[in-house]
């Protein structure tokens, strides 16, 4: 895949996350974690600054596009829906967890069906869960959890899924109530895989986090890694044609690169120029 990264006109944040394509403005939305932002930018509006909203929140987690202005965001143990229009928030529900732990990312099943996971803030190992928010209930589905992160869905009930404490990408069958987990690809002990993106092909985009790239896993589980210049990519998201792919990364402690902390977006494809 041939990749031309240039940044996407945004503040450096701390922690990007969360990309997503909303068809209908045809714009990519992110969050930055930590500072309680949502971000949204278009790849035809060439250097005009992205639009930044910053929620009196804790934490921004993840937004879940519902339609081009409303999203399920979530906070430390709250989910809410966010009203870009409006600017209003109505909180969804709130639950009782331990300290530590925290909403991380999460996806709509093409049955409407919110899947959220969490993670712990002090590292503890499988202390963490994936949820399914349905009519107004938080069921637990699957537990035994180090970082949900990446869901997103190849078929009406099939998902693929990755637990950044393990090298792997899973497939899960989802229903409501019900989610049956298997393992598809195996990935280097070293790699810390996070959010990502499945192409029309069947393909799956993977950020794989501290190693400065994108894992391009085929549907037959042929890899090619495609280099980012950041140490730490955290979210990919292709656009509905597939002409853009945008990845946010994060501005870790450790973080020495320029890149570390921006979005940068690439055209791809057969012309690979972006057009419409």
């Known amino acids: 895949m041939k990749v031309n990264w240039r940044r ?15 068809p209908e403005l045809e714009l990519f939305q992110w969050v930055d974690i930590l500072a309680s932002s949502i971000h949204r930018w278009s790849p035809f509006k060439g250097e005009q600054m992205a639009e930044t909203r910053t929620l009196d929140l804790e934490f921004v987690t993840v937004a879940i596009p519902l339609d081009a202005v409303r999203s399920i965001v979530a906070s430390r143990n ?3 829906t966010y009203d870009w229009s409006t600017g209003g928030l109505t909180e969804l529900g709130k639950w009782t967890f331990p ?3 925290r909403f991380n990312d999460g996806a709509l099943s093409p049955h409407g069906v919110v899947h959220i996971g969490t993670m712990s803030m002090s590292g503890r190992k ?5 949820f399914q928010f349905y009519d107004g209930e938080l069921i637990g589905v699957l537990d035994g959890i180090g970082i949900s992160n990446g869901i997103r869905w190849f078929s009406p009930e099939r998902a693929y899924y990755v637990d950044s404490v393990y090298p792997r990408v899973d497939v899960l069958t989802t229903a409501i109530g019900t989610v049956v987990r298997d393992p598809w690809v195996t990935l280097d002990e070293i790699d810390e895989p996070d959010g990502i993106a499945v192409a029309a092909d069947g393909a799956v985009l993977v950020a794989n986090w501290g190693r400065a790239a994108i894992e391009h896993i085929a549907s037959d589980g042929l890899r090619t890694t495609i280099p980012v210049p950041a140490r730490f990519p955290s979210s990919v998201a292709l656009s509905g ?5 945008i990845v946010t990364t994060a ?3 450790d973080s020495a690169g320029d890149g570390d902390g921006y979005v940068f977006i690439t055209p791809v494809g057969r012309d690979s120029d972006g057009d419409r």
């Open 8 to 22: 996407v006109p945004v503040h450096r944040g701390q922690l990007y996350e969360s990309a997503r394509w909303i």
């Open 78 to 80: 709250s989910l809410f």
């Open 99 to 101: 300290p530590d732990i």
């Open 126 to 130: 499988d202390a963490a869960n994936l």
């Open 241 to 245: 044609d597939e002409r853009w792919m």
């Open 251 to 253: 501005a870790a402690p």
